[in-house]
């Protein structure tokens, strides 16, 4: 037992940094004594928890590259049990979740194509917290729907022409979206 203070005027309180005592079960006691040496104790348990919970991504994997709509799970635990856990994408919120499995919906849309961290803070009964992160690649250019086509024309030659040996093609072509040229020469 050890004496953490003595306090001889009223409010009687003091500061206890459990950080200093080990997780578990502890006894906190008081003893009052007046001017004639009269004594007077009372008690109580508490549990010491300064672990920090445990918080891990289940999905998106680290490094993957993830388009349209992303199923976020994390796995976070406890020895007194989870209170709650958040996701952020690049700090901005995706939501907090208090019951098992925690389970997020993620609109990779809302963000531009590229690297992207995620990141889970686990928050446990006593207050601790801990955070895990994972990287991915967002690439939503081939979810994009596109309803209109390319345009392209031949500009030259021209449409009828004979033509014979090398001949330049050139073409105009615009899209919205992208763009790359095919070029056939044939019997159609």
Same mark, same amino acid.
């Given at each position: 037992?050890?004496?953490? *203070?003595?306090?001889?005027? /009223? ?17 906190? %006691? ?14 109580? %348990?508490?549990?010491? @928890? $300064? ?10 994997a ?11 799970? *994390? ?20 939501? =907090? @979740? %208090?019951?098992? +499995? ?5 609109d990779? &849309?809302?963000?531009? @194509? ?6 889970? =803070? /686990? &928050? ?21 729907? @596109? ?9 030259? +030659?021209? $449409?009828?022409?004979?033509?014979n &040996? ?5 073409? %105009? ?12 020469a044939?019997?159609?």
């Amino acid at each position: 037992v050890t004496t953490l *203070v003595t306090d001889g005027s /009223a409010p009687y309180s003091m500061s206890w940094n459990s950080a200093t005592a080990s997780n578990g079960p502890h006894t906190l %006691s008081a003893t009052a004594r007046d001017m004639v040496g009269n004594t007077a104790s009372t008690q109580i %348990s508490v549990t010491v @928890d $300064n672990a920090a919970p445990t918080v891990s991504f289940v999905s998106p994997a680290s490094g993957a590259t993830v388009s349209g709509t992303v199923s976020v799970q *994390v796995n976070a635990g406890d020895n007194l049990g989870i209170a709650s856990v958040s996701v952020s994408v690049d700090g901005v919120s995706l939501g =907090t @979740d %208090s019951t098992s +499995p925690y389970s997020f919906t993620w609109d990779s &849309r809302t963000v531009a @194509d590229g690297s992207h961290t995620l990141t889970a =803070t /686990a &928050r446990d009964l006593a207050g601790n917290s801990a955070v895990a992160q994972t990287n991915v690649t967002v690439h939503n250019l081939q979810s994009v729907v @596109d309803a209109y086509p390319p345009t392209i024309t031949i500009t030259s +030659p021209a $449409n009828g022409t004979v033509v014979n &040996r090398t001949v330049a093609v050139t073409v %105009s072509a615009s899209d919205d979206i992208v763009l790359w040229y095919d070029f056939y020469a044939g019997m159609f």
